[in-house]
């Protein structure tokens, strides 16, 4: 299955567009995650789900964040930003009007017409769920072009889970089926499922039958689900992931994030496992 070409690379990629913060939303409970409403002062981005931005503030630097909306949602884009080091940190301290620099679109995308007609199982755990979410919500905004839509999504804890409202929607929604899970729920306040992602899959287990697995999670959550969903049939050529290599450039110039003879910023970051097979397991 063919993946897609970056549709809106600019001929001075390394150049920084303004963008304005206008709005930003707490995700978690432990405020450690942020989505970032982005206005950009010239015009809109021709993108896909799955691709990533990077993202800078003047004098701190610039980190690569997948995109967090669809296309299919409007001009303004959405980052959802884990608190971590000197550019998030900077990030979660920028309030609504402040600009901020933002180069991208960049990197390939999710499969979306090889996913055409198929029966599509998302996988996502923690905060790797981003560009799920943007995928989730194209598929959602274009229903006609696929068939049955699996989420299965878990975090740590139910304070740790992201776009809570949207979940609930998710939950209501006759488009798709929604399974969410928390690691363990501890004290907070929680009536859904306890277990990790690799064992709702396993329980539920989605068919194979013309159906593609798109996982995004902590390494550990990756591990587990593959074996999961080889016992229920998916081949390599049927399983993708999206790799988050350190980057710098995120346009094939630096050789910062290359795989044997791949760049994960602009071959990927979306592979399929078949493909990973081939090159050197230095991800
Ligand atoms: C394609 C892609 C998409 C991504 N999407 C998202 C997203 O949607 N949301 C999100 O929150 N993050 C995302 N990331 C991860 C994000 O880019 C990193 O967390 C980034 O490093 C944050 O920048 P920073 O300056 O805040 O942190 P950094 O200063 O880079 O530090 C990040 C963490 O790494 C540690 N660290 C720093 N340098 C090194 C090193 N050399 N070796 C090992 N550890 C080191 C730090 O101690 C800290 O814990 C994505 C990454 C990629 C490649
Ligand atoms: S980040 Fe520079 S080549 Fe990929």
Redesign the pocket.
Known sequence: MELPKNPGLTEAPMYPAVATVERTVVETAAADLKSFYLKLENGRWDYLPGQ?AELSIYGE?E????I?SSPTEGDLLM????E??????ALHRTSPGEVIGIRGPL?NAWPLDGLKGKNVVVIGGG?AF??QRSLVRYILDNRGDYEDLVVVYGARSPGGLLYKPELEEWKKSDAMTLYLTVDAAGDEPWDGREGFVPTVVGEEKPSSDNAVALVCGPPIMIKFTLPVLDELGFKPEQVYT?L????KCGVGMCGRCNIGPKY?CVDG?VFSFAGLAELPAEY
Request: aromatic share 14%.
């Open positions: 990533f630097g980190a690569p964040i997948g967090a980052f959802t930003v884990f971590t080091g000197r550019v998030s940190r990197g905060f981003t560009t999206s988050e290599m350190r980057m994960v970051p």
